[in-house]
Structure formats: C-alpha cells, structure tokens
C-alpha cells in the first residue's frame, strides 16, 4: 500500500535559520519511507531583483529505524525567481529506502540556503509504502 502525505505550506523567516514545517504521523501497514519531495515557493512581493532561492528538507525521528544514522538532509530544487510573475514549480523526488514506525512521527524542517529579501513558503512530500 502507498501512501502519500504533503506538509502544510510553511513560511521560512528570510534567513538560514532551521524551522519546523510540520510533524507527520507515520501510516499503519506501511514500513518503508520511499520517497522524499519538496517544493520551494517563492516570487512577487519583495523581490527586487532576479533571486535564484532554494533550501534543503531535514528529517529528523527516533521512528526511522535499521540503521538510520540520525537526520537525513534532501535538496529542493532551485528556483530562478523574477520580480513579477509566477515562478514555475520545480518539483524533486528523492528516492529512498528508509524503514519507519507504523504511528510514529516524523518531523519535517526547511533551510533556506540563503537569506532573501523575501519570505519564501517550503513544503514536503512523503511518500511511504
């Protein structure tokens, strides 16, 4: 069975400070994290001049078991962002095989790798099996 779950969109505060997202509750009848995505928004207000932003995705839980080796860091993709407009989504899945507690829970943190001018949104995906 898979099972897909998507964080609520979260403003990052326009530094390179860690913040959490959101906190997923693992599914039952699934043992495996599959996969990882992430989307990184940004555009519009505040921007002043062309910005390429991105940002990384931690996981951070004592329910990913087997020989997980602590927290697990994922890329977004970049994202070229103009003053004005709609900037194009860039959607990444990062393939993984890690083995998690049915009910447990995973929280779910972005970085922004630079501090803009703006305050870009983050969001993840995971995808389970």
Not at 10 to 20: G, H, K, Y
Not at 68 to 97: C, K, R, Y
């Amino acid at each position: 069975m898979y099972k897909s779950i998507c964080t609520k969109v979260t403003a990052l505060p326009a530094s390179t400070v860690e913040t959490l997202i959101d906190s997923i509750k693992v599914p039952a009848n699934v043992s495996k994290l599959i996969a990882v995505g992430s989307n990184f928004l940004a555009g519009g207000l505040g921007l002043t001049t062309l910005q390429n932003v991105s940002a990384k995705i931690t996981l951070k839980s004592k329910d990913m078991t087997s020989g997980w080796a602590g927290d697990q860091d994922f890329l977004t993709g970049a994202v070229a962002v103009l003053t004005g407009g709609t900037p194009a989504l860039n959607p990444l899945m990062h393939p993984t095989d890690i083995a998690v507690t049915p009910g447990g829970t995973i929280d779910v943190y972005g970085t922004a790798d630079e501090a803009d001018t703006i305050v870009p949104g983050i969001r993840a995906q995971l995808v389970f099996n």
